[in-house]
């Protein structure tokens, strides 16, 4: 599988990264299989958080048997010091590691959260700590609002940024879900990029059948999903993270594994396909 650089945390990522929302609800045997075929296909980070069922504890049992051989990232949705370093702790406890690669603040989707981390006895203060102490390496921050992030790269030097970047939402820019300018300043700072739901369609409708472990109704035929991904990944960004459904990995892998620049011409002619789809913006989003 193709190699980028992530930012400068100096990770050579897998253009894919193992989303780790996967294993939350899927039992251990299933858990297993998808994490070797993960390794087996090159693929060599992972992104999890405490929030995501029980899959910090099915990614520790597997660790336990197999060792670490991915670059690890978790999460915090607490905002406070203390919140945040007993959640962090917990994370290690829970998947048997010593340290995080990546530690981030989580769903930071409004300028109050993002506020309360940055100042006093905040997230941020905790995580510094952690860093000091080796429990940390690199700091990252999380959620759907592109033009957030934006700001937090200029108040803060942060290692990675991830965010939504598909072409449902290239279709229809509404102010809080453009990238443009994030990735420009991540380029100049050089902030790792990790993109999530590069296979995202539409929000359910409640008259359909949510036959996925997502939020979201996914691209699920491999045609479009090797458009999906592809356009993702023709953008300036250095891994897009796997749908939060293991059924899906194997179609996910196949198109990474089969990935071609696209030109301009079919990123703008596999936008126009599904220019009919609104952008994706959940009930707790606010912006």
Known sequence: MQKRRLGKTGQMSSILTFGGFALGWASQKECDAG?????KAGINRIDIAPSYGDAELRLGDWIGRHGNNFFLGCKTNL????????????????MKVDYFDLYQFHMVDNSRDLETILGPQGALEAVLEARKHGLVRCIGITGHHPPLYNTALK???FDTVMFPLNRV???????????????????????????????????????????????????????????????TLS????????????????????????YKPLSKKEQQQYIAEVANYPPLRGDWMEF
């Open 155 to 157: 108040r803060f030097d």
């Open 235 to 258: 953008q300036d960004i250095d891994s897009a993270v796997t749908p939060g459904d293991l059924n899906l990995l194997p179609l996910m892998i196949q198109a990474a594994e089969d």
């Open 79 to 94: 905002r406070t010091k203390v919140g945040a370093w007993e959640e962090l702790k917990r994370s290690l406890d829970r």
């Open 35 to 39: 994490l070797d075929l993960a390794e």
């Open 169 to 231: 939402h290239a279709a229809t820019f509404s102010g809080w879900n453009d990238w443009r300018e994030l990735l420009k300043t991540a380029k100049e700072k050089k902030v790792g990029v990790l993109a999530i739901k590069s296979v995202a369609k539409k929000l359910w409708d409640d008259r359909e059948q949510t036959n996925y472990n997502t939020w979201y109704q996914p691209f699920h035929e491999a045609e479009d999903i090797r458009k999906s991904l592809g356009y």
